[in-house]
């Protein structure tokens, strides 16, 4: 039973540049979120997708956006890369009052 | 809002003893969870313990066992033999509960915990 993936595993981009990462939930799993930790930090909540809509959002700005697909996947894009987007993101799948389940995370690094 | 606190960066224990890592958090909610989550260099976040609020029996997990003091809003975990393999960041996290599909989880900075042999 395959967990929660995310590709790719690192990435490096330079300021102004546009990114997609992806995420796979776990089987059986319908809502997906996505979070950003900063080196040293806690995660911060970017938002969440069920029934491939976003449900929720946390206090993050519009160059954020998401997408979730049929098969429940979903894609977090960043417009207009910022140094300050440099970040761990991480993935996380569930269903409906069930704990979250972690992927390994992306490696954003904006140079 | 929403808060929570870890006061110890970093906690230190010897293979095979107790260790008790701490949390508070601020809320006015009556209903909601309460989680500890372990980061080890692989950097997934993987879960240790849940408590829910409305349970005043406190959670175990084989060697993992919480203290949840409601009135207080401390949540502190309970390592017991301490093994190599804990080492790693714990991270305590806040979820409301009863929103709906709800799956914001509101995180303290971590405590970095070193299991020495």
């Known amino acids: 039973d395959a967990g929660v993936t995310q590709s790719p595993t690192h990435l490096i981009k330079t300021r102004g540049q546009q990114v997609t990462l992806r995420c796979s939930p776990k089987s059986g799993h319908d809502t997906v979120s996505w979070y950003q930790q900063a080196l040293g930090q806690g995660p911060q909540f970017i938002f969440q997708?069920?029934?491939?809509?976003?449900?929720q959002r946390g206090n993050f700005p519009d160059r954020f956006s998401g997408h979730q697909f049929p098969n429940y996947s979903s894609e977090l894009n960043v417009n207009a890369l910022l140094l300050g987007d440099s970040a761990l993101y991480l993935c996380?799948?569930?269903?409906?009052?069930?704990?979250?389940?972690f992927g390994n995370g992306t490696r954003l690094t904006v140079t | 809002a929403q808060t929570v606190t870890q006061s110890q960066p970093e906690m230190s224990v010897q293979e095979a003893e107790t260790v008790t890592l701490s949390c508070t958090y601020d809320t006015s909610e009556n209903n909601y969870y309460l989680f500890w989550y372990k980061q080890p260099p692989s950097r997934q976040m993987i879960l240790v313990i849940r408590?829910?609020?409305?349970k005043q029996q406190n959670a175990t997990e084989n060697r993992f066992s919480v203290n949840f003091q409601k009135a207080a809003k401390s949540f502190s975990l309970k390592i017991s033999d301490s093994q190599l393999g804990d080492t790693a960041m714990y991270f305590c996290a806040f979820m409301k509960g009863n929103a709906g599909n709800n799956r914001k989880l509101i995180w303290g900075l971590g405590t970095s915990l070193a299991v020495n042999p």
């Open positions: 997708y069920y029934e491939e809509e976003e449900r």
């Open positions: 408590q829910e609020a409305y």
């Open positions: 996380a799948s569930s269903l409906m009052n069930s704990p979250l389940h």
